[in-house]
């Protein structure tokens, strides 16, 4: 009662202000950057309503948000809001701009730094942050995403009346960071919230299905606006709160105000008063509210938007007490692998499966589940039960197998870390080392993997095949930093230009020859074995700490060419010798983006017709705008760039330049640990 008496005191006062008996006064329009569809169709109809009864709001218009990445407004006159060295001392005042300034994370949690907007105009910056994929490509790109939409910066000063603060949280809820998306809606002064941002606020918690506390929202924002969206949501929360009076009188109110052509809300209405399932043809495309209706209706969503990208509804299903258990075995496969959950919340869902007794206990003699997700999850709970680690590093052992084979080991690594966590590191798992190594490094467990590296090096011998599959692996290693390659690391000049270190000049730019402690030294040239030479390079100065570096990074050097002669050995012996091509290239552009030597032989392997192929690359303006922007030190924009060209590295031909130059940008404006991270996941996603 109370919630029809106070829709039933809106109506009246409405009626007195303009009246027009249910006529809505008008609504004041927001300005801000896209927002996805969901966010924008309440405000979309009541346009139109609106439109249709001839009111108007002639103070206020939106900003159009056109033209390219660094597009300008040509009658503003644009200056640098921020120092062009990032390094100088800034004073950056955010004068009217602080609300929209929130953040969650600084530089200390992860954030990109106060000056991330460094030469980005606040119109361009919105259309970068709109057009973010709802789902980034890889984990690295996902968590650089979040990040930037999460940092507290200062804002650009042009174009004020776009509502950076507003793209931010309708793009977190988009690609399903709901809790972040709240919080970030929670951090802005509760003054400075429009509408928009309230509704952002309602939608994640209903995608969430927590409709308590969305409810209890919902009761607070109501009075303050006046949008269709609050009407339906009254309705909403009066069907749940199984007070269909309140509900009636909410949906005729609806209806009364020009919200008749909801045909997906009205449908729900019917549904859930008849009990019947609603149409499927409405459920096409699920909002936030829809996804409530339906579990109040108790009716499953429909498995099909399990193939639409919809993170709104990958995550319904997966939460849904509707769900049946095999889709919700799926779904959390999926959005897990999108990022959409964590590997915790697919470990409650794995944990919820009741397999028959016995099952577990002979997991790795039974047959194999029929649905890929119901072994994961078996495999899951047998080695999380097992408290002997010989028993769990073996049922590990077969989920790594089976998950490599479907392309799933980067989910299987992020899944088990805890488990992995439990089992010594040491000689009696010398069988299971390279399996806990490359899951550790997949996990980003640097100092774990470091460890079973050493386990396994101690262990190898001639008769395991321990060094072998070390040889292998030896790429994913070179690029994490485990091994020491001899790679000469950029560092930044006065221009920001990226340039080599002069020590130990052993570079392939000096293509004759190189001058070291022993003399000249013709680069690559062969051994008696076969192999390559050894490296000589000449140190800076006779003192004894170059000398001793120089020898190191010589004996670094010579040591990465023989592991590479070793690894290409072992390419050329694979069955798929154009899927062993593609991940040679993408392994030695990306060694070239961290300063590690490719031995021409290498690359004269390589050099085989057909020279032209058909390859997935990006746009010839992505490119521009991310090497330029990285050059220009602009951090937010060079994330962005790197986040869109990695849209390509899930396809099977995608352009390993292009992936090479993502990290190398990454690199570039100093998120190095990023740029290793994105390497290794792409190294360990692309050759499974």
């Not at 969901?38 to 002639?58: C, I, V, Y």
């Not at 004073?91 to 929130?102: I, K, N, P, T, Y």
């Not at 084979?405 to 980067?410: A, L, N, P, R, T």
Request: hydrophobic share 45%; proline share 4%.
């Amino acid at each position: 009662m109370k919630l029809r008496s106070r829709l039933l005191m809106r109506t009246c006062l409405l009626a007195m202000m303009t009246g027009t008996g249910l006529s809505a006064a008008p609504v004041f329009a927001q300005t801000s950057a896209p927002v996805p569809l969901f966010l924008k169709q309440e405000a979309e109809q009541d346009a139109e309503r609106q439109s249709e009864q001839g009111t108007a709001n002639p103070g206020t218009t939106s900003a159009p948000l056109s033209g390219g990445f660094g597009s300008t407004n040509s009658n503003t006159p644009q200056t640098e809001a921020f120092p062009s060295d990032p390094n100088a001392v800034q004073s950056l005042s955010l004068g009217a701009v602080d609300a929209e300034a929130v953040g969650t994370i600084d530089r200390s949690r992860g954030g990109l730094g106060i000056d991330m907007w460094n030469g980005t105009t606040r119109r361009s910056a919105a259309k970068l942050i709109s057009e973010l994929p709802a789902t980034p490509a890889t984990h690295t790109a996902r968590d650089l995403q979040e990040r930037m939409l999460l940092s507290a910066a200062a804002l650009p000063q042009d174009s004020a009346e776009i509502s950076l603060l507003e793209a931010r949280v309708a793009k977190l809820i988009e690609m399903g960071a709901l809790d972040e998306a709240i919080e970030l809606v929670r951090a802005a002064p509760q003054g400075s919230r429009g509408s928009m941002l309230a509704q952002a606020e309602i939608n994640a918690l209903l995608i969430g299905s927590d409709l308590d506390t969305a409810c209890d929202a919902i009761e607070s924002y109501g009075a303050s606006y006046e949008e269709l969206f609050w009407l339906k949501a009254a309705a909403m929360c009066a069907f749940y709160a199984n007070d269909p009076t309140s509900a009636a009188f909410s949906v005729d109110l609806v209806r009364e105000m020009g919200g008749e052509g909801d045909e997906t809300f009205f449908g729900l209405v019917s549904a859930i008063r008849s009990g019947n399932a609603a149409d499927p043809e409405l459920l096409s495309q699920l909002r936030p509210l829809d996804l409530a209706l339906l579990a109040i209706a108790k009716q499953s969503i429909p498995t099909s938007q399990l193939e639409t990208g919809n993170a709104a509804a990958i995550i319904g299903i997966t939460n849904a007490d509707a769900t049946a258990t095999d889709v919700r075995l799926e779904a959390a496969r999926k959005a897990e692998k999108l990022g959409l959950i964590s590997a915790e919340k697919l470990a409650d869902v794995y944990q919820s499966v009741n397999f028959a007794a016995g099952a577990l206990e002979s997991v790795l003699d039974d047959a194999s589940e029929g649905i890929q997700a119901r072994q994961y999850a078996k495999l899951y709970q047998a080695a999380a039960q097992s408290d002997v680690p010989a028993a769990r590093a073996e049922i590990l052992a077969a989920l790594f197998e089976a998950a490599e084979f479907e392309g799933d080991f980067m989910q299987a690594a992020r899944l088990s870390a805890p488990l992995l966590a439990d089992i010594p590191i040491n000689g009696d798992f010398s069988w299971f080392a390279v399996s806990a190594l490359k899951a550790s490094i997949a996990a980003n467990s640097f100092e774990r993997a470091e460890n079973w590296l050493l386990v396994a090096r101690s262990s190898a011998n001639a008769s395991n095949d321990i060094s072998s599959r070390l040889s292998l692996l030896y790429p994913v290693l070179a690029i994490s930093g485990l091994e020491e390659t001899g790679a000469i690391k950029p560092v930044a000049n006065a221009a920001n230009q990226s340039t080599p270190q002069t020590f130990g000049s052993d570079t392939q730019s000096a293509p004759q020859q190189n001058f070291g402690l022993g003399g000249a030294v013709v680069p690559g040239a062969p051994t008696s074995t076969g192999g390559m030479a050894s490296a000589t390079v000449m140190p800076n100065s006779a003192s004894p700490e170059d000398v001793q570096s120089a020898s190191e990074r010589a004996a670094a050097l010579a040591r990465h060419r023989a592991r590479m002669i070793e690894w290409q050995e072992m390419q050329a012996a694979r069955g798929d010798q154009a899927a062993a091509r593609r991940y040679s290239e993408l392994i030695f552009n990306l060694f070239e983006g961290f300063g590690i030597e490719v031995p021409d032989s290498l690359w004269d392997g390589l050099l085989t017709a057909p020279y032209a192929e058909e390859r997935v690359t990006t746009s010839s303006a992505v490119s521009h705008h991310l090497t330029a922007a990285a050059r220009a030190q602009q951090k937010a924009k060079t994330v962005a760039m790197t986040i869109q060209a990695q849209q390509i590295a899930a396809a099977d031909n995608a352009d390993p330049k292009v992936l090479s130059d993502t990290v190398t940008s990454l690199e570039t404006v100093g998120l190095e640990s990023d740029a290793r991270r994105l390497a290794t996941e792409l190294l360990i996603s692309f050759n499974h």
